[in-house]
């Protein structure tokens, strides 16, 4: 045990209990979620604009917050929303896909596929948009890391039904394929701006790979 610690400094996660985790990522995305209400509310009560372009300035990902030094905006975007509709999204499916993964892989290794896959998801957003499209694109959200969870978990247990809104059941590994396509073609096409469309498959390619990793002992 004690050779395995030196090895990997990071193994003192295994003891964080799996409801830490998971109603701390919940938390988080709703503490962010209510500055950015906060920050709205002072710029359209108060006429006060400067706490709003903080906000975008530290929890969103794009070329030129992380060109201009603002590193952690890679990360720091992942737990950001503005809408309601986007975080219930979201969280709305963490909630019922990000348990069985958490159980499968503990603390350390979840934690470690959803952050790595907020991670890939930025960073492949900044550079399809940056470097292909050839603009600079803010974004937000949880989405990679949720697509990377929801990809690995397709991975293990293809049949399993997934409830799209908590209604239609469909098999993992086809809404896992279907949501691929469907955002890659969008990317493609510039369709549906609106969305990080890019971002959401780097996330789910993110969550595949993490499955073959360790699927193969890498």
Not at 32 to 61: A, C, H, K
Not at 114 to 138: E, P, Q
Not at 163 to 192: E, N
Request: glycine share 10%.
């Amino acid at each position: 045990r004690g050779g395995e610690n030196k090895r990997n400094p990071f193994n003192f996660l295994d003891q964080i209990p799996e409801d830490v985790v998971f109603w701390g990522i919940i938390g988080l995305n709703g503490a962010v979620f209510i500055m950015w209400q906060l920050s709205r509310n002072r710029y359209e009560i108060e006429r006060d604009p400067g706490s709003y372009i903080w906000m975008q300035r530290n929890f969103t990902s794009s070329w030129s917050n992380f060109s201009s030094g603002r590193i952690w905006t890679a990360a720091t975007s992942m737990f950001s929303h503005q809408g309601f509709q986007h975080i219930l999204f979201n969280m709305f499916t963490f909630y019922f896909l990000a348990r069985p993964v958490l159980s499968i892989l503990g603390p350390r290794r979840f934690l470690s596929l959803y952050i790595g896959g907020g991670l890939v998801s930025s960073f492949g957003s900044m550079y399809w948009h940056n470097r292909i499209k050839h603009r600079d694109t803010s974004s937000l959200g949880a989405s990679g890391a949720v697509f990377s969870v929801n990809a690995f978990l397709a991975c293990v247990a293809p049949k399993m039904i997934f409830q799209i809104y908590g209604i239609i059941p469909v098999p993992a590994w086809l809404f896992v394929s279907g949501v691929f396509v469907f955002d890659t073609f969008s990317a493609m096409s510039d369709k549906r701006r609106e969305t990080d469309t890019a971002g959401h498959v780097a996330g789910i390619l993110a969550g595949i790979a993490y499955y073959l990793l360790k699927r193969f002992g890498l």
